[in-house]
Protein backbone atom coordinates (compact mmCIF):
# COMPACT_ATOMS: atom_id res chain seq x y z
CA UNK A 1 0.00 0.00 0.00
CA UNK A 2 1.51 3.57 -0.62
CA UNK A 3 2.31 5.06 1.96
CA UNK A 4 0.17 8.15 3.02
CA UNK A 5 1.09 11.81 2.28
CA UNK A 6 1.39 14.21 5.11
CA UNK A 7 1.05 17.24 6.16
CA UNK A 8 1.08 19.22 9.52
CA UNK A 9 -1.78 22.19 9.64
CA UNK A 10 -2.39 23.27 13.13
CA UNK A 11 -5.68 22.89 14.78
CA UNK A 12 -6.97 25.27 16.69
CA UNK A 13 -7.15 24.35 20.69
CA UNK A 14 -9.83 26.83 22.16
CA UNK A 15 -10.90 27.22 25.82
CA UNK A 16 -14.07 27.42 26.80
CA UNK A 17 -13.03 28.84 30.07
CA UNK A 18 -15.20 31.97 31.56
CA UNK A 19 -17.68 31.18 29.12
CA UNK A 20 -20.39 34.37 29.30
CA UNK A 21 -17.91 36.73 29.92
CA UNK A 22 -15.82 35.11 27.07
CA UNK A 23 -18.62 34.51 24.31
CA UNK A 24 -17.22 37.17 22.21
CA UNK A 25 -13.42 36.32 22.09
CA UNK A 26 -14.91 32.47 21.81
CA UNK A 27 -16.97 33.20 18.84
CA UNK A 28 -14.33 34.77 17.03
CA UNK A 29 -11.78 31.75 17.52
CA UNK A 30 -15.00 29.52 16.49
CA UNK A 31 -15.49 31.32 13.11
CA UNK A 32 -12.13 31.36 12.39
CA UNK A 33 -11.79 27.85 13.23
CA UNK A 34 -14.13 26.39 10.95
CA UNK A 35 -13.95 28.58 8.03
CA UNK A 36 -10.41 27.20 7.98
CA UNK A 37 -9.85 23.51 8.95
CA UNK A 38 -13.32 22.43 10.28
CA UNK A 39 -12.15 20.89 13.08
CA UNK A 40 -11.02 22.41 16.30
CA UNK A 41 -10.09 20.78 20.02
CA UNK A 42 -11.81 22.44 23.16
CA UNK A 43 -10.83 22.72 26.12
CA UNK A 44 -11.65 23.83 30.06
CA UNK A 45 -15.03 22.67 28.83
CA UNK A 46 -16.71 21.77 32.36
CA UNK A 47 -16.19 17.50 31.75
CA UNK A 48 -12.84 16.61 33.84
CA UNK A 49 -10.78 13.81 32.64
CA UNK A 50 -12.46 11.62 35.41
CA UNK A 51 -15.66 11.96 33.97
CA UNK A 52 -14.53 11.15 30.77
CA UNK A 53 -12.72 7.96 31.98
CA UNK A 54 -16.34 7.09 33.77
CA UNK A 55 -17.82 6.94 30.23
CA UNK A 56 -15.21 5.33 28.52
CA UNK A 57 -15.19 2.42 31.40
CA UNK A 58 -19.13 2.32 31.12
CA UNK A 59 -18.71 1.82 27.00
CA UNK A 60 -15.84 -0.48 27.06
CA UNK A 61 -18.10 -2.21 29.84
CA UNK A 62 -21.08 -2.53 27.28
CA UNK A 63 -19.05 -3.41 24.12
CA UNK A 64 -17.82 -6.88 26.56
CA UNK A 65 -21.11 -7.78 26.87
CA UNK A 66 -21.38 -11.60 24.22
CA UNK A 67 -22.71 -10.39 21.36
CA UNK A 68 -26.46 -11.84 21.89
CA UNK A 69 -26.61 -9.81 24.20
CA UNK A 70 -25.87 -6.61 22.75
CA UNK A 71 -27.83 -7.79 19.35
CA UNK A 72 -30.68 -7.66 22.06
CA UNK A 73 -30.87 -3.84 21.22
CA UNK A 74 -29.47 -4.00 17.34
CA UNK A 75 -29.34 -0.79 14.73
CA UNK A 76 -31.79 0.27 13.00
CA UNK A 77 -32.32 3.09 10.25
CA UNK A 78 -33.15 5.88 12.83
CA UNK A 79 -30.06 5.57 13.89
CA UNK A 80 -30.01 3.77 17.11
CA UNK A 81 -28.66 0.92 18.52
CA UNK A 82 -25.63 -1.74 17.91
CA UNK A 83 -24.13 -2.80 15.51
CA UNK A 84 -20.85 -4.36 14.29
CA UNK A 85 -18.69 -4.46 11.04
CA UNK A 86 -22.06 -3.39 8.88
CA UNK A 87 -21.01 0.13 8.21
CA UNK A 88 -19.96 0.95 4.39
CA UNK A 89 -18.39 3.87 3.45
CA UNK A 90 -18.47 5.50 0.03
CA UNK A 91 -15.05 5.75 0.34
CA UNK A 92 -13.69 2.53 0.65
CA UNK A 93 -17.13 0.21 -0.93
CA UNK A 94 -16.09 -2.24 2.73
CA UNK A 95 -17.47 -3.03 5.97
CA UNK A 96 -15.77 -0.39 8.99
CA UNK A 97 -13.68 -3.12 11.34
CA UNK A 98 -15.74 -2.09 14.27
CA UNK A 99 -18.75 -2.53 16.77
CA UNK A 100 -21.05 0.92 17.69
CA UNK A 101 -23.99 1.52 19.47
CA UNK A 102 -26.04 4.76 19.30
CA UNK A 103 -27.84 6.52 21.83
CA UNK A 104 -30.63 8.93 21.44
CA UNK A 105 -32.91 11.01 23.72
CA UNK A 106 -35.86 10.26 22.57
CA UNK A 107 -38.78 7.88 21.71
CA UNK A 108 -36.36 5.70 19.19
CA UNK A 109 -34.82 4.57 21.73
CA UNK A 110 -38.05 3.02 23.09
CA UNK A 111 -36.57 -1.01 23.60
CA UNK A 112 -33.31 -0.30 22.64
CA UNK A 113 -31.44 0.51 25.60
CA UNK A 114 -29.77 -1.91 27.19
CA UNK A 115 -31.54 -3.15 30.06
CA UNK A 116 -30.57 -3.07 33.63
CA UNK A 117 -30.80 -6.40 34.05
CA UNK A 118 -27.38 -6.62 31.49
CA UNK A 119 -25.74 -3.88 32.59
CA UNK A 120 -26.88 -1.69 35.64
CA UNK A 121 -27.61 2.35 35.55
CA UNK A 122 -26.32 1.92 31.90
CA UNK A 123 -29.10 4.15 30.61
CA UNK A 124 -28.63 7.09 33.49
CA UNK A 125 -25.42 6.88 33.39
CA UNK A 126 -25.11 7.53 29.20
CA UNK A 127 -27.93 10.24 29.39
CA UNK A 128 -26.48 12.04 32.28
CA UNK A 129 -23.39 12.23 29.83
CA UNK A 130 -25.73 13.42 27.12
CA UNK A 131 -27.04 15.79 28.69
CA UNK A 132 -23.54 17.58 29.50
CA UNK A 133 -22.48 17.16 26.34
CA UNK A 134 -25.84 18.78 24.68
CA UNK A 135 -25.02 22.08 27.18
CA UNK A 136 -21.69 22.18 25.65
CA UNK A 137 -23.37 22.12 22.20
CA UNK A 138 -25.35 24.36 23.16
CA UNK A 139 -22.62 27.21 23.77
CA UNK A 140 -21.12 26.54 20.80
CA UNK A 141 -24.58 26.75 19.06
CA UNK A 142 -25.16 30.23 20.61
CA UNK A 143 -21.71 31.54 19.18
CA UNK A 144 -22.42 29.98 15.59
CA UNK A 145 -25.26 31.49 15.38
CA UNK A 146 -23.70 35.27 16.62
CA UNK A 147 -21.29 34.82 13.82
CA UNK A 148 -23.67 33.93 11.02
CA UNK A 149 -26.23 37.10 12.28
CA UNK A 150 -28.96 34.46 13.53
CA UNK A 151 -31.20 35.53 17.13
CA UNK A 152 -28.45 33.91 19.80
CA UNK A 153 -31.15 30.84 20.38
CA UNK A 154 -31.81 30.46 16.92
CA UNK A 155 -29.50 26.84 16.46
CA UNK A 156 -30.49 25.63 20.27
CA UNK A 157 -34.06 25.41 19.33
CA UNK A 158 -33.51 23.60 16.19
CA UNK A 159 -32.04 20.50 17.69
CA UNK A 160 -34.17 20.47 20.90
CA UNK A 161 -33.35 17.15 22.68
CA UNK A 162 -36.67 17.61 24.54
CA UNK A 163 -38.61 16.70 21.74
CA UNK A 164 -39.51 13.26 21.98
CA UNK A 165 -38.06 12.68 18.21
CA UNK A 166 -35.26 14.58 18.43
CA UNK A 167 -32.62 13.00 16.61
CA UNK A 168 -29.52 13.64 18.55
CA UNK A 169 -27.36 10.72 18.76
CA UNK A 170 -24.60 9.79 20.70
CA UNK A 171 -22.19 7.30 19.49
CA UNK A 172 -20.44 5.11 21.24
CA UNK A 173 -17.28 3.10 19.04
CA UNK A 174 -15.01 0.76 19.73
CA UNK A 175 -12.57 -0.36 16.76
CA UNK A 176 -11.29 -3.92 16.71
CA UNK A 177 -7.65 -5.16 17.89
CA UNK A 178 -6.02 -5.33 14.59
CA UNK A 179 -2.83 -7.46 13.43
CA UNK A 180 0.51 -5.56 12.85
CA UNK A 181 2.04 -8.82 10.62
CA UNK A 182 0.01 -7.42 7.45
CA UNK A 183 -2.12 -10.84 6.44
CA UNK A 184 -3.19 -9.52 3.44
CA UNK A 185 -6.26 -7.66 4.13
CA UNK A 186 -7.21 -4.09 4.45
CA UNK A 187 -9.37 -3.35 8.09
CA UNK A 188 -10.75 0.12 7.75
CA UNK A 189 -11.40 1.80 11.08
CA UNK A 190 -13.48 3.99 9.94
CA UNK A 191 -13.48 5.02 6.08
CA UNK A 192 -12.86 8.83 5.08
CA UNK A 193 -16.43 10.55 5.26
CA UNK A 194 -17.74 13.62 6.50
CA UNK A 195 -20.41 13.87 8.99
CA UNK A 196 -23.95 15.02 7.79
CA UNK A 197 -24.66 16.67 11.25
CA UNK A 198 -24.71 20.14 12.57
CA UNK A 199 -21.39 19.72 14.52
CA UNK A 200 -19.96 16.40 15.90
CA UNK A 201 -18.01 15.91 19.22
CA UNK A 202 -15.54 13.34 19.47
CA UNK A 203 -13.95 12.08 22.97
CA UNK A 204 -11.10 10.12 22.10
CA UNK A 205 -8.48 8.08 24.53
CA UNK A 206 -4.64 9.20 25.48
CA UNK A 207 -2.51 6.95 23.18
CA UNK A 208 -5.46 5.48 20.91
CA UNK A 209 -5.05 7.40 18.16
CA UNK A 210 -5.79 6.86 14.35
CA UNK A 211 -8.07 10.09 13.33
CA UNK A 212 -6.66 12.14 10.39
CA UNK A 213 -8.55 15.46 8.77
CA UNK A 214 -8.03 16.51 5.27
CA UNK A 215 -9.39 19.64 4.73
CA UNK A 216 -10.12 21.52 1.18
CA UNK A 217 -13.57 21.05 0.51
CA UNK A 218 -15.00 23.93 -0.99
CA UNK A 219 -18.72 22.95 -1.62
CA UNK A 220 -21.01 20.98 0.89
CA UNK A 221 -22.98 19.17 -2.31
CA UNK A 222 -19.36 17.74 -3.25
CA UNK A 223 -18.13 14.44 -1.96
CA UNK A 224 -14.36 14.32 -3.88
CA UNK A 225 -11.41 13.80 -1.26
CA UNK A 226 -8.05 15.06 -1.34
CA UNK A 227 -4.72 13.14 -0.25
CA UNK A 228 -3.05 14.69 2.33
CA UNK A 229 -4.05 13.98 5.57
CA UNK A 230 -3.36 15.84 9.39
CA UNK A 231 -3.29 13.61 12.37
CA UNK A 232 -5.23 14.47 14.97
CA UNK A 233 -3.53 13.78 18.89
CA UNK A 234 -5.95 11.40 20.57
CA UNK A 235 -5.85 13.00 24.29
CA UNK A 236 -8.35 11.78 26.84
CA UNK A 237 -8.96 15.55 28.18
CA UNK A 238 -9.99 17.43 24.86
CA UNK A 239 -13.28 17.18 22.99
CA UNK A 240 -12.43 17.53 19.26
CA UNK A 241 -14.95 19.10 17.46
CA UNK A 242 -15.51 19.21 13.70
CA UNK A 243 -18.39 20.99 11.64
CA UNK A 244 -20.93 18.97 9.74
CA UNK A 245 -22.54 19.24 6.16
CA UNK A 246 -25.32 20.97 7.63
CA UNK A 247 -24.01 23.75 9.56
CA UNK A 248 -21.78 24.33 6.01
CA UNK A 249 -25.03 24.05 4.21
CA UNK A 250 -26.37 26.10 6.81
CA UNK A 251 -23.64 28.72 6.51
CA UNK A 252 -23.82 29.10 2.19
CA UNK A 253 -20.64 26.65 2.78
CA UNK A 254 -18.76 29.54 4.79
CA UNK A 255 -17.75 27.27 7.44
CA UNK A 256 -16.22 23.62 6.22
CA UNK A 257 -17.04 19.83 6.90
CA UNK A 258 -14.11 18.54 6.70
CA UNK A 259 -13.38 14.44 5.39
CA UNK A 260 -11.86 12.65 8.36
CA UNK A 261 -11.33 8.98 9.10
CA UNK A 262 -9.93 6.80 11.35
CA UNK A 263 -6.75 5.21 9.30
CA UNK A 264 -6.85 1.39 8.57
CA UNK A 265 -3.71 1.00 10.28
CA UNK A 266 -0.90 -0.25 7.97
CA UNK A 267 2.27 2.05 8.06
CA UNK A 268 5.40 1.91 10.95
CA UNK A 269 4.23 3.98 13.93
CA UNK A 270 0.34 3.16 13.26
CA UNK A 271 -1.98 2.13 16.48
CA UNK A 272 -3.00 -1.25 15.92
CA UNK A 273 -4.68 -1.69 19.36
CA UNK A 274 -8.40 -1.68 20.49
CA UNK A 275 -9.44 2.21 20.25
CA UNK A 276 -12.77 3.23 22.17
CA UNK A 277 -14.03 6.90 20.55
CA UNK A 278 -17.42 8.40 21.72
CA UNK A 279 -19.08 10.78 18.90
CA UNK A 280 -21.85 13.60 19.51
CA UNK A 281 -24.08 14.31 16.54
CA UNK A 282 -25.82 17.34 16.94
CA UNK A 283 -28.88 16.71 14.16
CA UNK A 284 -31.76 18.95 13.92
CA UNK A 285 -35.52 18.58 14.41
CA UNK A 286 -37.53 17.18 11.32
CA UNK A 287 -39.23 20.41 10.97
CA UNK A 288 -36.49 23.06 11.27
CA UNK A 289 -35.86 25.47 8.35
CA UNK A 290 -32.54 24.78 6.59
CA UNK A 291 -31.46 28.00 5.01
CA UNK A 292 -28.12 30.08 5.31
CA UNK A 293 -28.39 33.90 5.46
CA UNK A 294 -27.25 34.34 1.44
CA UNK A 295 -30.02 32.00 0.96
CA UNK A 296 -27.23 30.16 -1.19
CA UNK A 297 -29.55 26.95 -1.64
CA UNK A 298 -33.10 26.40 -1.23
CA UNK A 299 -34.90 26.23 1.77
CA UNK A 300 -35.03 22.54 3.13
CA UNK A 301 -36.53 20.80 6.50
CA UNK A 302 -34.45 18.65 9.10
CA UNK A 303 -36.01 15.66 7.96
CA UNK A 304 -35.40 17.10 3.97
CA UNK A 305 -31.93 17.52 4.95
CA UNK A 306 -31.45 14.31 6.77
CA UNK A 307 -32.84 12.25 3.65
CA UNK A 308 -30.78 14.12 0.67
CA UNK A 309 -27.68 13.60 2.71
CA UNK A 310 -28.60 9.86 3.45
CA UNK A 311 -29.51 9.73 -0.48
CA UNK A 312 -26.13 11.17 -1.63
CA UNK A 313 -24.35 9.05 0.41
CA UNK A 314 -26.11 5.83 -0.94
CA UNK A 315 -25.48 7.01 -4.27
CA UNK A 316 -21.76 7.45 -3.80
CA UNK A 317 -21.58 4.19 -2.25
CA UNK A 318 -23.01 2.59 -5.23
CA UNK A 319 -20.38 4.52 -7.32
CA UNK A 320 -17.90 2.91 -5.69
CA UNK A 321 -19.30 -0.83 -5.54
CA UNK A 322 -19.77 -0.54 -9.09
CA UNK A 323 -16.49 0.54 -9.65
CA UNK A 324 -14.79 -2.34 -7.12
CA UNK A 325 -16.76 -5.10 -9.23
CA UNK A 326 -15.13 -3.16 -12.31
CA UNK A 327 -11.71 -3.39 -11.19
O1 LIG B 1 -13.95 7.27 16.04
C1 LIG B 1 -13.56 8.33 15.61
O2 LIG B 1 -12.58 8.88 16.07
C2 LIG B 1 -14.27 9.03 14.49
C3 LIG B 1 -15.66 8.56 14.30
C4 LIG B 1 -16.35 9.28 13.20
O3 LIG B 1 -15.78 10.07 12.49
C5 LIG B 1 -17.79 9.06 12.99
O4 LIG B 1 -18.33 8.09 13.58
O5 LIG B 1 -18.40 9.83 12.24
FE1 LIG C 1 -17.21 11.31 11.41
Same mark, same amino acid.
Given at each position: ?????????????????????????????????????????????????????????????????????????? $????????????????????????????????????????????????????????????????????????????????????????????????????????????????????????? $????????????????????????????????????????????????????????????????????????????????????????????????????????????????????????????????????
Amino acid at each position: MAQTRYVDRPIPQISLADFDARIDQITTELVSAAENVGFFTLIDHGISKKDVDAIFATSKSFFDLPDATKATVP $WNANNVGWEKNSQIRPSTGKPDSKESYQLQFGDNMNGLWVTDEHLAGFRTTALDFMYRVQRISENLMRCFARGLGFPETFFIDCHDVARPDSQTTMRLLHYFALPEESDGKVYHRAGAHAD $WDFLTLLFQKEGQSGLEICPGREVVTEFGIGDEWTKVEAKTGEIVCNIGDLLMSWSDDRFKSTFHRVKAPCEPGDYFGDRYSIAYFNQPCKDALIQGPQKKYPMVTGAQFTDSAMKRNFAALQEKLKMLAAA
